[in-house]
């Protein structure tokens, strides 16, 4: 089990992960919406956003995307924390624990084997995203 930060930018996290780059060094891996497979289905004004970047050295792993929620996003909502884990009973147990009295907003699903993320904000709305396996 490994947890991460992952941060939420509002289409600038390019620019906010290269500074990051600049500040801490390491290698940066940029995935935007028009590089997936369904990415020629989205309009061209949106293909350009981050769906997922990563920062990685020998003292830092730093994950972000422009893609918030249906809200949007604001102050509190930025910053999510990322939880990997290898084992589905494990990653079912974890998710209900902190999903109690929480909200939760992608539930777990079969679909998570092939890369589907579930996700909730917990009772003191700390935000969580979980996926199946190793590190992205």
Not at 22 to 39: I, N, R, V
Not at 110 to 135: H, K
Request: charged share 20%; aromatic share 12%; proline share 4%.
């Amino acid at each position: 089990m490994a947890i991460y930060p992952f941060l939420t930018f509002n289409g600038n996290c390019k620019e906010a992960m290269h500074f990051y780059q600049s500040c801490f060094g390491g290698e940066l891996q940029f995935t935007c919406l028009g590089d997936t497979p369904a990415g020629k289905q989205f309009p061209m004004e949106i293909r350009q956003l981050v769906l997922h970047a990563r920062l990685e050295s020998e003292h830092i792993r730093l994950f972000a995307s422009d893609l918030g929620g249906e809200e949007g996003v604001a102050s509190g909502n930025t910053i999510s924390l990322w939880i990997s884990i290898a084992a589905p009973e494990q990653l079912r147990l974890v998710f209900g624990r902190l999903s109690k009295r929480g909200r939760v907003t992608a539930p777990l699903t079969p679909e998570m084997l092939d890369g589907q993320w579930a996700t909730l904000t917990d009772q003191y709305d700390v935000q969580w995203i979980f996926s199946i396996g190793g590190e992205s």
